[in-house]
């Protein structure tokens, strides 16, 4: 009996190092610069660093053939269209270290989207064959305004959003390191608002698997949201024609059934799904918070394949669990960032779009309008979403300003409007203060 005993304390022991071994290699974790690209080709940013965390909690994880890194420069800074998550890119724009302005600017793009298209040439998806941007983006126009502007790009356009935060708080180390500047403005795109808010109010620490993220060091001084999912989305389930048009084009982007009527047979979508981590991460029941199903989320079985859909169910066409399921299964992140809230030494602000329609599909000789209309939206979030501050300002943190433009999802990061509101936010001369 004493063998037996004196054998399991050693067991418990060498248990606890070896947990203390793990725990010291993930405190003890560097962030590298693998490479600095600068000259390597012609770039509108004067410099690119490759990042590398070797925290060992970075995973792999793996892409859908359409949702690769396809960008020319990046594939080049990666050396892979498929980089780990371990990687990020810091981009620094022309003059980053000649600003007048004290604080400097982090640009963070959205899904399916990198720092190149996001906020450089954003009409092109690639550069330019010559080089030459013909209608250049928000990098160019801050840094006319004088601004020391940064961006990052992240290694899967669709990851894990907490492993994005920790790639976020990496890369405003590096902007404080190279500027000297203990404290940076954040302006992000669409989807690139849920790491910049797990960050900014410190969401990691009250998970069990994330609570290694760095914590927030209060280091951002504002956060501009642009078209940002505040309250989430639940588009995989609200309709579903989109789901047969993301099978029909072998789109880079989230299925709502469990499995699905295609081609004569059912087919399973869970390693499909399993591609777009931060896609499920950003969801939410509209339909209980109050905007109903429109004439688009209808389909010719008296609705049962909508109802099916969204609540969780069986049709002759699809079988699902429903969009609560998903939402728990994806952490519920929407919920709990609201409830927790932005840091108190932080100022929000919103710029969101009103324009419905975000393109046109020609069918015959009809023009069929494609953007989300059951509610008010910016063709693809809701304008309740956009707009929702008190899940922000839960814990204190200030809310700035709310602005609306007359434009989609992808226009509020290109119209001169929006732009010279961002330039005012950032410059303090913003006389806008009114919440709507």
């Known amino acids: 009996m004493y063998r037996v005993v004196k054998n399991l304390l050693k067991a418990v022991c060498y248990c606890l190092l070896f947990l203390a071994f793990i725990s010291c290699s993930a405190a003890n974790a560097e962030l590298l610069i693998v490479s600095d690209l600068t000259g390597r080709d012609a770039s509108p940013w004067e410099r690119t660093e490759l990042l590398e965390d070797t925290d060992p909690h970075f995973v792999t994880e793996n892409f859908h053939l359409k949702g690769r890194q396809t960008h ?100 405003i180390s590096r902007v404080k390191e190279v500027t000297g500047s203990a404290k940076v403005d954040v302006i992000c795109h669409s989807k690139g608002a849920m790491p910049v808010r797990i960050y900014a109010s410190d969401l990691a620490s009250n998970n069990h698997e994330f609570n290694w993220i760095t914590p927030f060091r209060k280091d951002i001084r504002n956060i501009i949201f642009v078209a940002s999912p505040l309250k989430g989305i639940d588009t995989a389930f609200r309709y579903y024609a989109y789901n047969i048009t ?29 591609l777009f981590p931060g896609q499920f991460q950003m969801l939410h029941n509209w339909v209980k918070d109050g905007i109903p199903f429109s004439d688009q989320s209808m389909t010719m079985d008296a609705n049962m394949t909508r109802s099916a859909l969204y609540n969780g169910g069986v049709s002759t066409l699809l079988v699902s669990d429903g969009i609560d399921r998903a939402i728990q299964e994806g952490g519920d992140v929407i919920r709990l960032l609201n409830e927790k809230g932005i840091d108190p030494s932080v100022t929000c602000h919103i710029l969101a779009g009103t324009k419905q329609t ?27 979403s956009a707009t929702y501050t008190k899940g922000l300002s839960a814990r204190g943190a200030k809310i700035g300003s709310v602005k609306t433009f007359d434009t989609h999802h992808v226009g ?20 806008d203060k009114k919440i709507r």
């Open 72 to 171: 020319s420069s990046i594939q080049k800074a990666f050396n892979t269209n498929q980089p780990h998550s371990r990687n990020f890119l810091l981009h620094f724009a022309p003059n980053w270290n000649k600003s007048s302005n004290k604080t400097p600017i982090l640009l963070v793009h959205g899904a399916g989207d990198n720092a190149y298209r996001g906020f450089c040439h954003p009409y092109t998806m690639d550069m330019p064959e010559n080089g030459k941007i013909d209608k250049t983006g928000i990098m160019q126009f801050l840094v006319k305004k004088g601004f020391s502007v940064f961006a990052v790009t992240f290694s899967h356009p669709h990851g894990c959003n907490f492993l994005q935060a920790q790639q976020l708080a990496n890369a």
């Open 246 to 274: 993301v099978k029909m084009q072998s789109m880079a982007a989230p299925l709502g059934p469990e499995s699905m009527l295609w081609q004569g047979m059912f087919v399973d979508n869970y390693h499909h799904n399993k």
């Open 358 to 384: 975000i393109d046109k599909v020609k069918f015959l000789w009809l023009e069929i309008p494609v953007g989300e209309f059951a509610d008010s939206s910016d063709g693809v979030l809701f304008l309740k």
């Open 412 to 431: 509020l990061t290109i119209i001169p409007a929006a732009l010279n509101h961002i330039a005012e936010v950032l410059s303090e001369r913003n006389t």
